[in-house]
């Protein structure tokens, strides 16, 4: 009886969160846009006439022209920047998945033991966490890229394996404030294991303040992997991504302007349509705007 009611207002808390979500436009206009930037940047590239390494020989730097077949222009190599800008949205896009998955992982972990078990345990790890905090993120991660080479899969681990601190003190405090729930005691005291109850009970709980956080920490990784990219820690040619491709016609801008505008506007597209979406969800579950409903 107790299981059901729990669930029924489980369900009812996360259908309220949906209905508030619904009625913001900015946050739904944005989670569409993302939906078709992913699918589009996926996609399209099958159906486009060129790779992103393929040289026309015949258009080297030239502008947007129909009718040289480059929508958006070429490169001061002669490659088609729309399929260059469509791969780069693919390795950015899988970056900052992929890293924002590995530090979620590793920052709800460490964040719930500490705060599950307390103590001299909990202090000891927080003050790890201060430690790697006084150092400074990005002289780290490019030092992890320097002493074990440039490749993709390096920078998924390096920048969330570093990325994982912020998550961890957002977990810890709300799970600090979980412990002395009524279902923890009960568990307790029923001699449910302490591995068990953090997984059955204080994560699914973390849920809304995990996802919030998840919508704000994807734009700050696909900036930190453009940053890497324009620095040229990135990733190597003829493999690209929107930082690199930034670079890029950063060095033309003064001959060929659209190798920095086109990739810059899909680039900026996706960080304020993420920053929407995470302020909505933000907003959706929040408790206190429920109860204010």
Not at 66 to 77: I, P, Q, V, Y
Request: glycine share 10%.
């Amino acid at each position: 009886m107790s299981r059901d009611a729990g669930g029924d207002e489980a369900r009812s808390l996360w259908s309220d969160a949906w209905a508030t979500l619904r009625g913001n436009r900015a946050a739904i206009t944005a989670l569409w846009l993302l939906v078709v930037m992913a699918l589009v940047v996926v996609v399209a590239p099958f159906f486009l006439p060129y790779s992103y390494e393929q040289t026309d020989w015949d258009n080297i730097a030239v502008g947007p022209s129909l009718a040289s077949g480059h929508l958006f222009g070429t490169d001061a190599l002669g490659r088609d920047l729309l399929v260059r800008t469509l791969w780069g949205g693919r390795i950015s896009l899988l970056v900052a998945l992929v890293s924002t998955a590995v530090s979620l992982a590793i920052g709800v972990l460490y964040g719930a033991v500490a705060g599950y078990v307390g103590g001299r345990l909990d202090q000891l790890m927080m003050r790890v966490v201060d430690v790697l905090y006084a150092l400074p993120f990005m002289f780290l991660v490019i030092l992890l890229m320097v002493l074990f080479g440039r490749n993709i899969v390096l920078i998924f681990i390096a920048i969330g394996a570093i990325n994982w601190l912020d998550m961890a003190r957002i977990v810890r405090g709300q799970t600090l404030s979980l412990r002395n729930r009524e279902f923890v005691e009960a568990a307790r005291a029923g001699g449910v294991p302490a591995g068990r109850i953090i997984r059955r009970h204080i994560v699914p709980n973390l849920l809304g303040v995990v996802v919030v956080y998840v919508t704000l920490t994807i734009p700050h990784v696909i900036l930190v992997e453009s940053v890497l990219s324009f620095l040229g820690l990135g990733v190597q040619e003829p493999m690209t991504s929107w930082g690199a491709l930034v670079s890029e016609g950063a060095q033309e801008l003064e001959t060929a302007w659209w190798m920095i505008v086109f990739p810059s506007l899909f680039l900026a597209l996706t960080l304020f349509c993420f920053n929407f979406l995470g302020d909505g969800l933000r907003d959706a579950l929040d408790p206190r705007d429920r109860s204010r409903s």
